[in-house]
């Protein structure tokens, strides 16, 4: 049936099908394999779960949508759709904004998942009440701060009790203004609906087409981890947004565009950590110093780096780093946490076949999030500009990110999609819209070329409904499992809610709370019955245990 399909009977359109439904169709096979092969002692928990289950019922999601697209002939109104995408980018990036704002509230509840998420969510209110630290009751901390999150997440003074994210914090800045305006869910949609109008800008300044720049404009807001990071609370999509605009800054260098890229690039640099921007930005350094002929426009790119990372970066990192020391004795400063090179280092390690499994895992998951048959397309669009440098140091930019993370000992955890590639996720997309603008020099080979291009929109609009949906319920149901596992009590008055994270998946991770316990919820994870209710008698006196569940137990004057 497939092969009287009028656009599966098109070459260019048959050969994408066939090498995506092969390649979509060996990872459907291999998720069960992989996991049964290395198994959840080999991969954090989270990401054994989240790539077994969410992703495999992705990969036929993905099968599904392959063959809907091969069933559906040839329309002459697809050529049309992306020249309106391409010239109304705008009315794009509003409608993918509004929707992103509706997907944080209703999907991902308003609710920052992980502790990577919550780090930058809890700085952001620091920020937002004037202040650099939040303050937590020095002798509460054991109970308010699990201690693996030190350092890892927060850095904390065991002797005064002042709190900070161990994140550098230029996405908490940015989170601030909508975290004081009480919006705190509008951020990232909007970054995101800043993304769109940014890689619109990036695709037509290399083509020239105003078709090409909506064809990557429909391939980035169908695909679903442009959706998921946008309604998130992860730095990956601001990562994205920073990465795109630098590119379009460096594609065409002079000295203003030197120094401005740098500038953006310290911003990128300082998001959350060094890495996702560091790894993209070697490629297009070097190019510079190689294309420019002298070091002046090299000179520029560095002078725009260094004020924001000496403040935010430099500044940042020796200010959280020192606060962990307050209040000690120089003889038990050093005891206190890790050394400025442990600081530095801790996240790198050689490779190792678990790190090898989890970025081939890792890679999977860039294809399962996104429209079907987009690698095929960027590598493609990869090759046919190979004579470019512009291209060159895009596609080395993305290369370098995910051989990068190699040297990275986590799988990741949690995440949507392959988070540690998202950096440099905007190459994908570009690459894509430059394989299928090619022209054509026979009115045949012009109607195969069409043929491939009403293929690849159909995809991409068949993926924005079902791809999404599908990826919109996971999404809707994983966080509200998390959020079952507080314990179920009904009232509103001010308590105290020790959470039991011990018949719990990742339970830990809802102990959050306000920088200084304003509000009417602390959370407390559980040091057992006879501390929790010791400690309580002490700090809490007028407080009593109301209500108990496998979950934890919440304590009130009720």
């Given at each position: 049936m497939l092969a009287h399909s009028p656009v599966v009977r098109a070459a260019a359109a048959r050969s994408l099908f066939l090498a995506t439904a092969i390649i979509t169709g060996l990872i459907t096979i291999a998720i069960p394999e992989l996991g049964?092969?290395?198994?959840?002692?080999?991969?954090?928990?989270?990401?054994?779960?989240?790539f077994e289950i969410l992703d495999f019922q992705g990969a036929i999601c993905a099968l599904l949508i392959l063959i809907c697209a091969a069933l559906i002939p040839s329309r002459p109104w697809s050529t049309a759709?992306?020249?309106?995408i391409g010239e109304h980018p705008g009315r794009i990036a509003a409608g993918s904004g509004a929707l992103l704002c509706a997907g944080t509230l209703f999907v991902y509840q308003n609710h920052p998942l992980s502790m990577d998420e919550y780090a930058v969510f809890f700085q952001s209110k620091v920020f937002a009440a004037g202040h650099l630290n939040g303050q937590?009751?020095?002798?509460?901390?054991d109970w308010l701060l699990p201690h693996g999150f030190r350092t890892l997440f927060f850095n904390v003074s065991d002797q005064t009790g002042r709190i900070v994210t161990a994140y550098w914090p230029s996405f908490a800045i940015v989170l601030a203004p909508f975290t004081a305006l009480g919006i705190p869910w509008a951020c990232n949609p909007l970054i995101s609906a800043l993304t769109v109008l940014a890689i619109h800008r990036l695709t037509f300044r290399l083509l020239g087409s105003v078709e090409a720049a909506g064809l990557a404009v429909l391939l980035t807001v169908s695909s679903p981890v442009f959706f998921a990071d946008g309604i998130s609370y992860y730095s990956m999509q601001a990562h994205l947004l920073a990465n795109t605009v630098y590119a379009i800054l460096l594609i065409q260098p002079t000295a203003r565009r030197a120094f401005l890229g740098g500038f953006v690039g310290s911003i990128a640099l300082t998001l959350h950590n060094p890495v996702p921007h560091l790894l993209f930005a070697m490629p297009w350094v070097i190019w510079i110093a190689r294309s420019s002929g002298n070091s002046r426009l090299l000179g520029w790119l560095i002078l725009g780096y260094l004020p924001m990372c000496l403040l935010l970066g430099a500044g940042w990192f020796f200010f959280a780093a020192n606060l962990m020391h307050e209040g000690m004795v120089p003889a038990?400063?050093?005891?206190?946490?890790?050394?400025l090179l442990e600081r530095v280092t801790w996240p790198f390690s050689l490779p190792?076949?678990?790190?090898?499994?989890?970025?081939?895992s890792g890679a999977a998951k860039v294809w399962l999030w996104a429209v079907p048959g987009l690698v095929v397309l960027a590598a493609l669009g990869a090759w046919k500009r190979r004579d470019d440098s512009r291209y060159r140091t895009l596609v080395a930019s993305a290369l370098v990110t995910f051989v990068g993370y190699l040297f990275v000992w986590s799988d990741q955890g949690h995440g949507w999609g392959f988070r540690f590639f998202h950096s440099a996720w905007l190459v994908l997309p570009v690459l894509a819209a430059s394989a299928a603008s090619w022209r054509r020099s026979t009115p045949d080979q012009g109607q195969e070329g069409s043929e491939l291009r009403a293929f690849i929109v159909t995809t991409a609009l068949l993926t924005v409904t079902v791809g999404l949906g599908l990826r919109a319920v996971q999404m809707r149901e994983f966080v509200l499992d998390q959020l079952r596992q507080v314990p179920a009590y009904a009232g509103t008055e001010r308590r105290v809610i020790f959470i039991d994270p011990?018949?719990?998946?990742?339970?830990v991770d809802l102990v959050q709370n306000d920088p200084w316990l304003r509000g009417d919820v602390i959370r407390m994870l559980t040091r057992g019955k006879a501390d929790d209710e010791a400690m309580m008698r002490v700090y809490f006196p007028d407080m009593h245990r109301v209500y108990s569940d496998v979950h934890g137990t919440v304590w009130s004057s009720k």
């Open positions: 049964a092969s290395r198994g959840s002692s080999h991969f954090t928990p989270i990401f054994y779960h989240l759709l992306v020249r309106w937590f009751p020095a002798p509460l901390l038990t400063t050093q005891a206190a946490g890790p050394t190792s076949s678990n790190i090898a499994f989890a970025r081939i011990t018949f719990s998946f990742y339970g």
